[in-house]
């Protein structure tokens, strides 16, 4: 069996520890299925976090923009980073106000990041973040040409410090409130596609492609 990731001092979940998960299984299933990363750093002696897309190769995971983004340009120097996942399942209504909490999936990372120069691998974590967004889009599209190549920069962050937390279930409450009239339970929730919204310059003898027709999130 694979092993897990290490249970550190800066990883280990010491708040509610039944809810911490070191399995890579369980780390790769939430980073998969999440849109968006924040990457928390310090620029110019100040605390910032900037949401950013990102895609998963293995044990590594890749972050881009433009050469002129101050966030890139700051992890390229190897800075410490936090990156951050979150995926909420559902709101948890408790017969208490304390109570109240959400169902949940989070991966915190810690690391530092570095700048992807070997144009293969570039090319293969460019590739990594399309197919993360919309899996199977890369197969359809122009990839990147040599000059957007080169207004592009790209961070790998390695997956060695990982934790994940995750809360299920109902409520819980005091004993004694449970007498309380009123009701308690979840409110689950889900990202929902809509309709699909064609380009308005879009060839309309070009049919919607089936990674288009039935996207979801995993």
């Known amino acids: 069996m694979e092993a897990g990731y290490e249970k550190t001092d800066r990883t280990e979940v010491r708040r509610m520890p039944e809810r911490g998960h070191y399995e890579r299984d369980v780390v790769h299933a939430i980073l998969d299925e999440a849109l968006v990363c924040h990457l928390g750093f310090i620029a110019d002696g100040k605390p910032v976090v900037i949401p950013t897309i ?9 972050v881009h923009g433009s050469v002129a983004s101050r966030m890139l340009r700051s992890l390229k120097d190897g800075v410490d980073l936090s990156l951050t996942v ?7 209504l408790a017969r208490s106000s304390f109570h109240h909490s959400m169902n949940y999936r989070s991966v915190v990372v810690f690391g530092r990041g570095r700048a992807v ?15 993360h967004t919309v899996p199977g889009r890369r197969d359809q599209v122009r990839p990147p040409n040599a000059k957007e190549l080169a207004k592009t920069l790209v ?28 009701w308690a339970g979840v409110i689950p929730l889900r990202l929902q596609t809509e309709a699909v919204v064609p380009d308005p310059r879009l ?8 990674h288009v027709a039935r996207y979801a999130r995993r």
């Open 54 to 62: 990102y895609g998963r190769a293995g044990e590594t995971l890749y």
């Open 86 to 92: 979150t995926l909420i399942d559902g709101l948890v």
């Open 203 to 210: 060839d309309q003898a070009i049919a919607i492609p089936e």
């Open 155 to 182: 961070i790998a962050v390695d997956l060695e410090l990982v934790s994940a937390k995750v809360r299920t279930g109902p409520p819980v409450d005091d004993e004694e409130d449970y007498d309380i009239p009123v």
């Open 117 to 131: 120069v070997d144009s293969e691998e570039k090319g293969r974590a460019l590739d990594a973040i399309v197919d």
